[in-house]
Protein backbone atom coordinates (compact mmCIF):
# COMPACT_ATOMS: atom_id res chain seq x y z
CA UNK A 1 0.00 0.00 0.00
CA UNK A 2 1.26 3.71 -0.92
CA UNK A 3 1.02 6.35 1.64
CA UNK A 4 -0.75 9.52 0.94
CA UNK A 5 1.13 12.67 1.77
CA UNK A 6 -0.05 14.32 4.83
CA UNK A 7 -2.62 17.25 3.96
CA UNK A 8 -3.19 15.41 0.44
CA UNK A 9 -6.73 13.72 0.08
CA UNK A 10 -8.09 11.83 -2.35
CA UNK A 11 -10.10 13.79 -5.20
CA UNK A 12 -12.48 12.01 -7.91
CA UNK A 13 -13.89 12.90 -11.21
CA UNK A 14 -16.08 10.90 -13.25
CA UNK A 15 -16.96 11.56 -17.02
CA UNK A 16 -19.03 8.72 -18.70
CA UNK A 17 -17.44 5.69 -17.91
CA UNK A 18 -14.44 7.13 -16.74
CA UNK A 19 -12.50 8.03 -13.83
CA UNK A 20 -9.81 9.63 -12.55
CA UNK A 21 -8.39 9.46 -9.32
CA UNK A 22 -5.33 10.41 -7.10
CA UNK A 23 -5.87 7.53 -5.12
CA UNK A 24 -2.47 5.71 -5.14
CA UNK A 25 -4.16 2.36 -4.07
CA UNK A 26 -6.23 1.72 -7.71
CA UNK A 27 -3.10 2.76 -9.62
CA UNK A 28 -2.01 -0.79 -11.79
CA UNK A 29 2.12 -0.26 -11.10
CA UNK A 30 2.62 -2.49 -14.54
CA UNK A 31 -0.13 -0.75 -16.71
CA UNK A 32 2.11 2.18 -15.59
CA UNK A 33 5.61 0.84 -15.47
CA UNK A 34 5.02 -1.08 -18.68
CA UNK A 35 3.90 1.90 -20.73
CA UNK A 36 6.60 4.07 -18.97
CA UNK A 37 9.35 1.99 -19.96
CA UNK A 38 8.94 1.78 -23.70
CA UNK A 39 8.68 5.71 -24.16
CA UNK A 40 10.98 8.39 -25.38
CA UNK A 41 11.18 9.85 -22.14
CA UNK A 42 12.17 7.14 -20.00
CA UNK A 43 12.75 4.22 -21.37
CA UNK A 44 14.11 1.69 -19.63
CA UNK A 45 13.44 2.87 -16.34
CA UNK A 46 13.51 0.00 -13.64
CA UNK A 47 9.84 -0.86 -12.02
CA UNK A 48 11.31 0.27 -8.78
CA UNK A 49 12.35 3.59 -9.72
CA UNK A 50 8.70 3.76 -11.19
CA UNK A 51 7.33 2.75 -8.05
CA UNK A 52 9.51 5.42 -5.41
CA UNK A 53 8.68 8.38 -8.61
CA UNK A 54 4.69 7.42 -7.66
CA UNK A 55 5.35 7.53 -4.02
CA UNK A 56 7.13 10.85 -4.33
CA UNK A 57 4.61 12.61 -6.19
CA UNK A 58 0.82 13.35 -6.71
CA UNK A 59 -0.35 11.22 -9.13
CA UNK A 60 -3.37 10.58 -11.51
CA UNK A 61 -4.92 7.52 -12.77
CA UNK A 62 -7.79 7.45 -15.21
CA UNK A 63 -9.70 4.26 -15.63
CA UNK A 64 -11.89 3.09 -17.89
CA UNK A 65 -14.05 0.65 -15.31
CA UNK A 66 -11.02 -1.35 -13.35
CA UNK A 67 -8.46 -1.01 -16.55
CA UNK A 68 -5.81 1.69 -16.08
CA UNK A 69 -6.09 3.52 -19.52
CA UNK A 70 -3.80 7.14 -18.52
CA UNK A 71 -1.94 8.41 -15.75
CA UNK A 72 0.31 11.82 -15.34
CA UNK A 73 1.76 12.82 -11.72
CA UNK A 74 3.05 16.35 -10.33
CA UNK A 75 5.82 16.70 -8.64
CA UNK A 76 5.49 19.75 -6.35
CA UNK A 77 6.39 21.58 -3.25
CA UNK A 78 2.51 22.55 -3.19
CA UNK A 79 3.72 26.23 -2.78
CA UNK A 80 5.77 27.68 -5.47
CA UNK A 81 5.73 25.18 -8.37
CA UNK A 82 4.99 22.26 -10.27
CA UNK A 83 6.80 19.76 -12.68
CA UNK A 84 4.02 17.80 -14.57
CA UNK A 85 5.86 14.49 -15.98
CA UNK A 86 4.98 10.95 -16.85
CA UNK A 87 1.87 12.31 -19.07
CA UNK A 88 0.21 9.22 -21.11
CA UNK A 89 -2.84 7.88 -22.28
CA UNK A 90 -2.85 4.43 -23.67
CA UNK A 91 -3.02 3.53 -27.38
CA UNK A 92 -6.18 2.08 -27.71
CA UNK A 93 -8.05 4.86 -26.11
CA UNK A 94 -6.06 8.27 -27.67
CA UNK A 95 -7.96 10.61 -29.55
CA UNK A 96 -11.40 10.94 -27.42
CA UNK A 97 -10.43 13.97 -26.04
CA UNK A 98 -8.96 12.06 -22.79
CA UNK A 99 -5.86 13.55 -22.51
CA UNK A 100 -6.53 17.37 -22.43
CA UNK A 101 -9.58 16.21 -19.47
CA UNK A 102 -6.83 14.45 -17.70
CA UNK A 103 -5.01 18.05 -17.98
CA UNK A 104 -8.11 19.67 -16.56
CA UNK A 105 -8.21 17.65 -13.57
CA UNK A 106 -4.83 18.22 -13.03
CA UNK A 107 -4.74 21.93 -12.96
CA UNK A 108 -7.91 22.29 -11.21
CA UNK A 109 -6.64 20.11 -8.06
CA UNK A 110 -7.16 22.74 -4.81
CA UNK A 111 -3.18 21.75 -3.34
CA UNK A 112 -1.86 23.37 -6.64
CA UNK A 113 -3.17 26.36 -7.25
CA UNK A 114 -1.77 29.15 -6.85
CA UNK A 115 1.52 28.05 -8.21
CA UNK A 116 4.05 30.46 -9.43
CA UNK A 117 4.94 27.81 -11.54
CA UNK A 118 4.41 24.98 -13.57
CA UNK A 119 7.21 22.97 -15.83
CA UNK A 120 6.90 19.99 -18.51
CA UNK A 121 9.02 18.42 -20.83
CA UNK A 122 7.87 17.22 -24.48
CA UNK A 123 8.52 16.17 -27.37
CA UNK A 124 5.45 16.05 -29.42
CA UNK A 125 2.25 17.09 -26.84
CA UNK A 126 2.91 20.72 -27.24
CA UNK A 127 -0.70 21.21 -28.36
CA UNK A 128 -2.59 20.09 -25.97
CA UNK A 129 -0.12 21.87 -23.10
CA UNK A 130 -0.63 25.44 -24.83
CA UNK A 131 -4.21 25.32 -24.26
CA UNK A 132 -3.61 25.17 -20.47
CA UNK A 133 -1.57 27.70 -21.10
CA UNK A 134 1.77 26.57 -20.95
CA UNK A 135 4.48 28.27 -23.63
CA UNK A 136 7.78 27.78 -24.24
CA UNK A 137 10.49 29.08 -21.99
CA UNK A 138 10.34 32.69 -21.82
CA UNK A 139 14.01 32.74 -20.73
CA UNK A 140 15.41 29.81 -21.57
CA UNK A 141 18.98 31.10 -20.54
CA UNK A 142 17.93 31.28 -17.08
CA UNK A 143 17.00 27.33 -16.73
CA UNK A 144 19.77 24.54 -16.07
CA UNK A 145 19.40 21.13 -15.71
CA UNK A 146 21.50 18.02 -15.01
CA UNK A 147 20.32 15.22 -16.89
CA UNK A 148 21.41 11.62 -16.86
CA UNK A 149 20.56 10.09 -20.19
CA UNK A 150 22.31 6.82 -19.58
CA UNK A 151 20.77 6.18 -16.17
CA UNK A 152 18.25 3.78 -16.74
CA UNK A 153 21.16 1.38 -18.42
CA UNK A 154 23.23 1.94 -14.66
CA UNK A 155 22.32 -1.98 -12.83
CA UNK A 156 19.30 -1.61 -10.88
CA UNK A 157 21.37 -2.02 -7.48
CA UNK A 158 22.99 1.19 -8.65
CA UNK A 159 19.21 3.39 -8.52
CA UNK A 160 18.03 1.76 -5.44
CA UNK A 161 18.19 3.93 -1.83
CA UNK A 162 19.16 1.36 0.65
CA UNK A 163 16.73 1.12 3.52
Partial sequence: MLEEKPGLDVREYRKGKFLISTDRDKLDIETIYS?????YWAKGIPREIVARSIQNSL?????????????ARVISD?????????????????????????????????HLQGLRRW??????????????????LARPDLFMELHNAEIYKAPTKDLI???
Avoid at 59 to 71: A, D, R, Y
Avoid at 119 to 136: I, M, V
Fill in 119 to 136: TLATRDAHELYTKFGFKP
Fill in 78 to 110: YATYAYLADVFVIEPYRGRGLAKWLMECIVVHP
Fill in 59 to 71: CFGMFSGVEQVGF
Fill in 35 to 39: FLSES
Fill in 161 to 163: YPD
